[in-house]
């Protein structure tokens, strides 16, 4: 009987080094390397309406939107590779919804955490990395990039994003908090030990 994979998820505000993170851990263990929103066909069409920075969306209606992608990409791509033995390494997962709708834009927590535990069809990560990083930090290393949705909000919005994610990490006994500020050597050194730490 093949073992399950183990399911490592990087969390963090945009521009904190997220997706370097995940695809150097996933190559160096042979992973399946995926991220939300967007990782399926579904989810791409969902990716551009969740993060167009026009388009008119309430914010329960952006919880739904994250749920729909999350509740496809589980199904499709990160519950499969783990019953067949892959670890998978995903670029954002259950807590970004938790932080970015619930503490971000102030939609009810426990709404979020119910439509969140359905969505993610009751998978949660054995370990979730968080970078964190202040908001002005990330966004001088995004200068020079189109923004979306998210990123185009007002500094506060990033602000309650980040203490979200803090304040999810200090409840939670799997989650493992990394400064993303340091050199990127010694923050792939940092989150190297976390992981080895939580998956031992």
């Known amino acids: 009987m093949t073992a399950r994979g183990r399911f490592i998820a990087f969390e963090g505000v945009d ?28 989810g791409a069409s969902l990716r551009s309406i969740a993060l167009d920075p026009v388009a008119e969306m ?5 919880v739904l939107v994250m749920a729909a992608d999350r509740a496809q ?16 390494v995903c670029d954002r997962f259950s807590g970004s919804t938790l932080a970015y709708q619930g503490f ?25 990395i968080l970078l964190d990083c202040p908001p ?8 020079g990039r189109a923004v979306d949705r998210f990123e185009s909000s007002d500094p506060a919005f990033a602000t309650r994003v980040r203490e979200g994610f803090l304040a999810i990490a200090a409840s939670s006994v799997t989650w493992r908090v990394v400064d993303a500020t340091q050199s990127l050597e010694s923050v792939a050194s940092a989150v190297d030990a976390a992981i080895a730490s939580a998956l031992s």
Not at 15 to 42: M, N, Y
Not at 118 to 123: D, E, N, T, W
Not at 136 to 143: D, G, I, L, M, Q
């Open 73 to 88: 990409h589980v199904t499709q791509v990160i519950e499969p590779a783990l019953a067949a033995g892959h670890d998978v």
């Open 15 to 42: 521009g904190c080094g997220k997706t370097t993170q995940v695809r150097r851990v996933a190559e160096a263990r042979g992973a399946v390397s995926t991220f939300e929103p967007g990782d399926t066909e579904l």
């Open 58 to 62: 309430t914010p329960l209606a952006e």
């Open 104 to 128: 971000g834009r102030g939609v009810a927590l426990d709404d979020v955490r119910r439509i969140v535990e359905v969505a993610a069809c009751g998978l949660a990560p054995d370990v979730t």
């Open 136 to 143: 002005e930090v990330a966004r001088e290393r995004r200068k």
